[in-house]
């Protein structure tokens, strides 16, 4: 991974302020993230819309394009939803909780939960391990990776030797993203059945 | 304490990644991209110079910069606070503790606020901050916000897992989660509430030596253990004065965002955590001033509408029923009028 070590300034940089740190939540393993998913996705952020649900918290909708369906129902677009948001001039923030910019490509595992506030029948779908679940990609010197989730990824910068800081349970540096989807994969048949 | 809060408002904003691109024997690779790597290092230099070791809840906006020791303050986002030194909080009388007495909740919460209150910010000043823990519990089930209405500040203890992960939409291995509203364009804090997950192993009150055949610093694993509740509430309440969780440079503090079962390290502020309230609310930032009544006048009841139904005896409750009094007549009015 030392090849990605020039990388890690700017992604920390840009990427970190994307994920929150997790709310007092224990770390998931790779292997916990995948048996825990019941979807586990590449796909890009294309839009989000915030709005009380039917408990009167303001949650925010998450529009995500599928590209590449891991583990789980395939869908053009699915909702990942995230609590807190703005309406009007109320802010509502839980710490913890992911942010969705749009235009923001990802590896997520997700977990679907009813929408009871949606028509009926409908899912939204929340991160594991809140921010753990969500592995943002970038394209560095022409080779995608795949950032650690989560709480992990502040620690993921140089360390004074020159090699990666030992971060996330997940994943412990940026990964390359073919290499990771195949683990991924393999994790998926392994776990379940597929 | 104070010097080590010195020492992390000396600390060079992105120290880390400066040192780590300015030591000898780069990792191999790295020349290749040595343009780029200065050009993102100048970025990361010319951010604003006044990063901080501890993170402010922010309004939402763009993207905050952080890395393994600074928060990076937002030019777009502001940090949030409360506007008057005294709130009040309350504890629900229908999602109440299933494994604590009321007396023993009751006790710890008043542990872990005076812990934020009592904070030294130097030669003994204090923040001013005050929290009234009420005797009168409320009628919520779960966080709630009245935007123009009457409210409370409340704890409210979830035992049913399927109510946490599929109601609530919690993340089943989460301990707690902080509701901040807040008004979006000031930052003011306008009401915060405390969803505590007594679904996730066993909800107790450690003695000071530790859990149950737990060191203080916990026992990890992830299948269940004791929880101690002071440890959970006093980084919650943390979130309820506006401060996030603090950089991973941090990791003993009690607004570190990982705790494993059985640690009660937390229960008292390490000076990251000192240094994060006691620049939120300088000493002298507050007058004398004390009124804790929520937003809208105190409404145990839980109810958008309706009376404020503020039990007597608790502070601030004649502001609580004169306010109810003033928004009925002005109903009265404004319907008679229309």
Not at chain 1, 118 to 147: F, H, K, T, W
Not at chain 2, 142 to 158: D, E, K, L, Q, Y
Request: proline share 7%.
């Amino acid at each position: 991974m030392r090849r990605f070590a020039w990388a890690l300034p700017l992604l920390s940089v840009w990427l970190v302020p994307a994920l929150a740190l997790a709310t007092q939540v224990e770390a998931m393993s790779l292997r916990e993230l995948v048996a825990e998913a019941d979807l586990v996705i590449v796909g890009t952020v294309v839009s989000n819309d915030a709005h009380y649900d039917d408990q009167d918290r303001i949650v925010t909708d998450a529009t995500i394009r599928v590209e590449d369906t891991l583990h789980g129902a395939r869908a053009t677009t699915i909702v990942v939803r995230r609590l807190g948001g703005v309406v009007g001039d109320l802010g509502l923030q839980i710490a913890g909780e992911s942010t969705y910019p749009v235009g923001t490509r990802a590896l997520l595992f997700l977990r679907a939960i009813p929408a009871t506030d949606l028509p009926v029948g409908s899912v939204v779908y929340r991160p594991l391990g809140m921010s753990q679940g969500v592995m943002p990609m970038l394209e560095a010197n022409g080779i995608e990776v795949v950032m650690p989730g989560g709480a992990d990824l502040t620690i993921v910068t140089l360390q004074p030797n020159g090699a990666l800081a030992p971060s996330g349970p997940a994943l412990s540096s940026p990964q390359p993203r073919d290499e990771l989807l195949a683990r991924v994969r393999d994790l998926v048949s392994e776990v379940h059945g597929e | 304490m104070s010097d080590s809060r010195q020492e992390c408002s000396r600390r060079r904003p992105w120290a880390g990644v400066g040192q780590a691109h300015g030591r000898e024997g780069s990792p191999q690779g790295a020349d290749t991209h040595q343009p780029l790597f200065v050009l993102v290092l100048a970025l990361v230099l010319a951010l604003p110079s006044t990063a901080m070791a501890w993170c402010p809840t922010l309004t939402d906006g763009p993207p905050q910069p952080s890395d393994f020791s600074t928060c990076a303050p937002s030019l777009d986002r502001l940090p949030l606070f409360w506007r008057g030194r005294c709130t009040e909080i309350s504890l629900s009388a229908v999602a109440p503790s299933h494994a604590l007495s009321t007396e023993v909740v009751t006790s710890v919460l008043r542990r872990a606020f005076d812990q934020w209150q009592n904070a030294d910010c130097g030669s003994g000043a204090t923040t001013g901050l005050s929290v009234t823990i009420l005797a009168e519990t409320n009628a919520c089930s779960m966080a709630t916000h009245n935007t123009g209405r009457h409210n409370v500040h409340s704890i409210v203890f979830i035992d049913d897992s399927d109510v946490w992960t599929m109601t609530r939409a919690h993340d089943p291995r989460a301990f707690a989660v902080t509701y901040v509203w807040h008004d979006r364009n000031t930052g003011e804090i306008l009401d915060a509430d405390v969803e505590l997950n007594e679904s996730r192993g066993m909800l107790m009150d450690c003695p000071d030596t530790g859990c149950p055949d737990c060191p203080p610093e916990g026992c990890g694993g992830s299948t269940g253990g004791s929880v101690d509740l002071g440890n959970v509430v006093t980084h919650e309440f943390g979130h309820y004065f506006g401060i996030s969780h603090t950089t991973l440079a941090h990791r003993d503090a009690t607004m570190f965002a990982q705790a494993p079962f059985g640690e009660i390290t937390k229960r008292t502020l390490e000076a990251d955590d000192i240094d994060a309230i006691c620049s939120t609310y300088p000493p002298g930032r507050f007058d004398d001033t004390c009124d804790p009544t929520p937003l809208g006048g105190l409404g145990l009841d839980c109810q958008p509408g309706g009376c404020g139904c503020a039990a007597p005896g608790a502070d601030g409750n004649a502001r609580a029923e004169l306010s109810g009094l003033l928004i009925a007549l002005g109903l009265f009015f404004a319907r008679r009028r229309g």
